[in-house]
Every structure is written in C-alpha cells, then in structure tokens.
C-alpha cells in the first residue's frame, strides 16, 4: 500500500481542520493507498513545505507555483469563474489572441490573475 501526504492551505484548516482528516480516512478506506494529512501551522511553514507533498489542497497562487514546478491537477472547481479583460488599443487588430504577441502590456505584476495569464499565454506561444 503507498503512502501518501496531503498538505492543505492554512486558509482552508482554520475552521474544518477535522474536515479534512475525515476526507483522508474515505480516501484510505476506498482507495490502494495510505493517506496522513501533514498540517502546516502558518503560512510560511507552508510555503516551506508544500512542494514536498504528495498531494496538495493549494490556494490560487500556489496552485500556479506547483502547476510550473510539474505537479498534476487533480480536481477544480465547478461552475466558479474569474475573468480577465484585455483592452487593446486601436492599432491592434483584434483578430485573435496572436494579434497581442509582442504588443505592451499594463498589468499589476503581483497579482495572481496576472501570474496565470501570463503562463497561459505564454502556452500559447504569446508574450506580451
């Protein structure tokens, strides 16, 4: 039987930590594999920590750090959505996603919508 470590946002076990141990023993139960939830304490032992887990219940920003460093997404929320806007100015032909490539760019750099577009253009081949 393997082993298997689940870490969990701090966000995410404030207020439901035994939430969680509850879903490592169904996961145990019904499934070839051993399951320990290793519970970070802050944000920081978390952020420590979290790239040495087996299996990781991630935030949005460090969702997109495990999906970059090769980690594989599991499950996603349904029916939940996030928007980006792109406003392009008159000499960009607005023909597609290409017609972007290579054009500037005004974004709030810290922000994690920001973050994902850019890694989902740059999949694309595009970079602003």
């Known amino acids: 039987m393997t082993d298997l470590r689940l870490m969990v946002c701090p966000h995410d076990t404030v207020r439901n930590a035994e939430g969680w141990y509850l879903l490592l ?6 499934t070839q594999a051993t399951f320990h939830f290793d519970l970070a304490l802050d944000f920081a032992d978390f952020s420590e920590r979290y ?4 299996m990781v219940y991630a935030n949005p920003a460090d969702a997109l750090r495990l999906l970059n460093a090769g980690y594989m997404p599991l499950a996603a929320p349904v029916d939940v959505y996030d928007e980006a806007l792109l406003v ?4 960009v032909a ?6 972007i490539h290579g054009a500037s760019l005004a974004t709030v750099e810290s922000l994690l919508p920001t973050k994902l577009a850019l890694l989902l253009l740059a999949r694309e ?3 602003p």
């Open 88 to 91: 392009a100015g008159a000499n």
């Open 51 to 54: 790239a040495t887990a087996d």
């Open 125 to 127: 081949d595009v970079t």
């Open 94 to 99: 607005a023909t597609g996603i290409e017609s």
């Open 25 to 30: 023993q169904f996961l145990t139960r019904n």
